[in-house]
């Protein structure tokens, strides 16, 4: 039996997003997104998940374009045992292309993700990431990404006989090439 079947699940997503342009490079958007979860196994971490978020899609420039979006997501549970989540979330992205060769990404979010630790029911995370993309020949690009975030668990953990709300600071590094 593989470690990882109790994440199997299915999960069920309606979701739409509207645009409205009202300047000649700026939208408004309106973003909708319902899931249900359903374990495969016993559990008590079936449940639905809402989100309603509103934003802002603008090219700054011709080389820049950017889309900041914020709202509110709800994580239900089936079970009682369980801690619902409601809350804010948000997300940033700016995109620059330097050159037709040469750009850059820049993104931050706060989301909601559920957790493999005993214990706590979902955990946020508030992270901020960074990619620079060098296009070498016309279908292979070099690539260098990092990422840096805090993770912050919503029940206390306890190991041996301390008892404590687990926060987690995450950093990513990464080098590549695309084809």
Same mark, same amino acid.
């Given at each position: 039996?593989d470690?990882?079947n109790f994440?199997? *699940?299915?999960? $069920?997503? &309606? %979701?739409?997003?509207l645009?409205?342009?009202?300047?000649?490079?700026?939208?408004?958007l309106?973003?909708? @997104?319902?899931? *249900? =979860?359903?374990? @495969?196994?016993?559990? $008590?971490?079936?449940? $639905?998940?809402?989100a309603i978020?509103?934003g802002?899609?603008?090219?700054v420039?011709? !080389?820049m374009?950017?889309?900041?979006? &914020?709202? /509110?997501l709800?994580?239900d549970?089936?079970s009682?045992v369980r #801690?619902?989540? @409601?809350? =804010?979330?948000? %997300?940033?992205?700016?995109d620059h292309q330097?050159t +037709?060769?040469t750009?850059?990404?820049l993104?931050g979010e706060?989301?909601? #993700?559920e957790? #493999?630790?005993v214990?706590p029911?979902?955990?946020?995370?508030t +992270?901020g /990431?960074g +990619?620079?993309?060098?296009?070498?020949?016309s279908?292979?690009s &070099? =690539?260098? #990404?990092?990422s840096y975030? =805090? +993770?912050? /668990?919503n !029940? &206390?953990?306890?190991?041996?006989t301390?008892t404590?709300?687990?926060?987690?600071?995450?950093?990513?590094?990464g080098?590549?090439?695309?084809?």
């Amino acid at each position: 039996s593989d470690i990882s079947n109790f994440r199997d *699940r299915k999960e $069920d997503t &309606a %979701s739409g997003t509207l645009f409205y342009r009202f300047l000649p490079k700026t939208s408004f958007l309106l973003e909708y @997104d319902f899931t *249900r =979860v359903k374990y @495969d196994h016993e559990t $008590d971490l079936d449940g $639905d998940v809402t989100a309603i978020l509103g934003g802002i899609k603008w090219e700054v420039t011709e !080389k820049m374009t950017g889309t900041i979006k &914020a709202g /509110y997501l709800k994580k239900d549970f089936e079970s009682s045992v369980r #801690n619902n989540f @409601d809350g =804010v979330i948000f %997300s940033l992205a700016i995109d620059h292309q330097f050159t +037709e060769f040469t750009s850059i990404r820049l993104m931050g979010e706060r989301r909601i #993700n559920e957790t #493999n630790i005993v214990g706590p029911d979902y955990s946020t995370i508030t +992270e901020g /990431y960074g +990619e620079f993309t060098q296009r070498l020949t016309s279908k292979i690009s &070099a =690539v260098i #990404n990092g990422s840096y975030g =805090v +993770e912050k /668990y919503n !029940k &206390a953990i306890t190991v041996g006989t301390v008892t404590d709300i687990r926060e987690d600071r995450v950093w990513n590094a990464g080098a590549g090439l695309r084809y």
